[in-house]
């Protein structure tokens, strides 16, 4: 085995976690082992670790902000859709087994859901230079990561509405307004529906996209806008629950 590789004892160690917790981040997929056989040991490379327990937001940020996107771990990455519902059902599992959160753990998938399929809808075959999405998500910390460096809200609405001029006007009728069921009006209807789940519950969202930054509270509907320090490439979604 590689000499850079850690055993799967000594990544419980790093990670403060038990082996067998391990095990079932490796089944379900939140943190994949490397085998070197079928059914083999399980070993971990460092850098997987150290970013499985960093800032995962800094990460999606850092992919979407820059000119050229820095290279992020495959386990975060969902080149389309297929692979992001595989990746949703998961999660999906994950949470299904945290007894807290049982009543509203299927409103957070379809929230993560609905933003990650916008992603795809509305760049499907349009995308300026990096197809898919990042998709990952800490159970611990009850936080997920939705990022794509894509065309962004302003730009799709704008297809319809050509008065838009704005990124927070973009993001205001997208989170409020019912356009019709044609792409791609219907980024817009599907935002208002998340909008209308987190109103609802308690799950907060932090959405970007441009220079603008929005915010939904737990349990609330207003819509906090303002501006954000660096403007971004894409879309990126930080949903709490």
């Given amino acids: 085995m590689e000499k850079d590789l850690v055993s799967i004892g000594e990544a419980a160690e790093i990670l403060g976690v038990h082996i067998d917790t391990l095990r079932r981040w490796d089944e379900s997929g939140r943190l994949p082992a490397i085998r070197k056989s079928p059914g083999g040991s399980r070993y971990y490379h460092p850098r997987d670790l150290e970013l499985f327990s960093g800032n995962l ?39 299904g087994e945290i007894s807290e959160i049982k009543d509203i753990f299927p409103l957070v998938v379809a929230v993560a859901g609905e933003i990650g399929n916008n992603s795809f809808d509305h760049n499907l075959g349009k995308w300026p230079d990096v197809n898919g999405i990042f998709f990952a998500y800490d159970v611990g910390k009850r936080e997920i990561i939705l990022a794509d460096r894509g065309l962004g809200i302003l730009e799709t609405l704008k297809r319809v509405r050509p008065s838009l001029s704005t990124d927070e006007e973009a993001l205001k009728v997208a989170f409020t307004e019912v356009i019709s069921g044609r792409s791609p009006e219907s980024r817009g209807n599907g935002l208002k529906f998340v909008r209308s789940v987190v109103a609802e519950n308690l799950i907060s969202l932090s959405f970007q996209s441009g220079n603008s930054e929005l915010e939904i509270k737990k349990s609330s509907a207003d819509l906090n806008l303002k501006d954000s320090k660096e403007k971004i490439r894409g879309c990126i979604a930080l949903i709490k629950f």
């Fill in 57 to 95: 937001y800094r990460l999606a940020y850092d992919w979407i902000s820059g000119q050229s996107p820095i290279e992020i771990p495959s386990t975060f990455y969902c080149g389309n859709n297929a692979v992001f519902q595989t990746r949703l059902i998961k999660m999906q599992n994950a949470l």
